[in-house]
T-cell receptor, first 111, second 120 residues
Framework: GENVEQHPSTLSVQEGDSAVIKCTYSDSASNYFPWYKQELGKRPQLIIDIRSNVGEKKDQRIAVTLNKTAKHFSLHITETQPEDSAVYFCAATSGYSTLTFGKGTMLLVSP | GAVVSQHPSRVICKSGTSVKIECRSLDFQATTMFWYRQFPKQSLMLMATSNEGSKATYEQGVEKDKFLINHASLTLSTLTVTSAHPEDSSFYIC????????????????FGPGTRLLVL
């Protein structure tokens, strides 16, 4: 089955700095890679996703890159704000298999 | 957008009792729903896949006789934690991919708000 590794487990940045979270996956059949943001006690919220036919996708301050050859994808948050503080999960699926999540990254943005 | 609800949002029960958690898709049909468990500061771990009209599929290490799943209709799945013990205390989240093209679109998963279970 799919195995998703996520790093780092915690990330502290100053407001305005950029944050990068990296994930690797094992199943070459995976072709859909969503990123979720989860605030304490709340449900995961989809913030951005990417499919295997593109290498990069951007939505305002958030971007995701995918290297299918190396089987890794990354989340980039620019101009971080305190409200970006949360736990971020990457995930992977082929669409026909279940969604496999990384272990999560706790992002703390200090004012 | 699609909405998934869960009930109750939190429950406290005594050890040995059973607790039922409901997951409903409010404005779409879902032939498949997923049940996750999340311990503090950990990731979402898939427990089982609930299938409407057939038996649930459990992940390795999850006791099917302890976590009973019933997918009674195209909009409702229930998870019953039987004979709950303190170690079952956790955050239980369901998700439902809309059914399209004759099968579940496993990419688009709408999560419920979660149920916080505390077993004393």
């Amino acid at each position: 089955g799919e195995n998703v590794e996520q790093h780092p487990s915690t990330l502290s940045v100053q407001e305005g700095d950029s944050a990068v979270i990296k994930c690797t996956y094992s199943d070459s059949a995976s072709n859909y890679f969503p990123w979720y943001k989860q605030e304490l006690g709340k449900r995961p919220q989809l913030i951005i996703d990417i499919r295997s036919n593109v290498g990069e996708k951007k939505d305002q301050r958030i971007a995701v890159t995918l290297n299918k050859t190396a089987k890794h994808f990354s989340l980039h948050i620019t101009e971080t704000q305190p409200e970006d503080s949360a736990v971020y999960f990457c995930a992977a699926t082929s669409g026909y298999s279940t969604l496999t999540f990384g272990k999560g990254t706790m992002l703390l943005v200090s004012p | 957008g699609a909405v998934v609800s869960q009930h109750p949002s939190r429950v406290i029960c005594k050890s040995g009792t059973s607790v039922k958690i409901e997951c409903r898709s409010l404005d779409f049909q879902a032939t498949t729903m997923f049940w996750y468990r999340q311990f503090p500061k950990q990731s979402l771990m898939l427990m089982a896949t609930s299938n409407e009209g057939s038996k649930a599929t459990y992940e390795q290490g999850v006791e099917k006789d302890k976590f009973l799943i019933n997918h009674a209709s195209l909009t409702l799945s229930t998870l019953t934690v039987t004979s709950a013990h303190p170690e079952d205390s956790s955050f239980y989240i369901c998700s439902a991919p809309p059914t399209s093209g004759g099968g579940p679109n496993r990419e688009t998963q709408y999560f419920g708000p979660g149920t916080r279970l505390l077993v004393l």
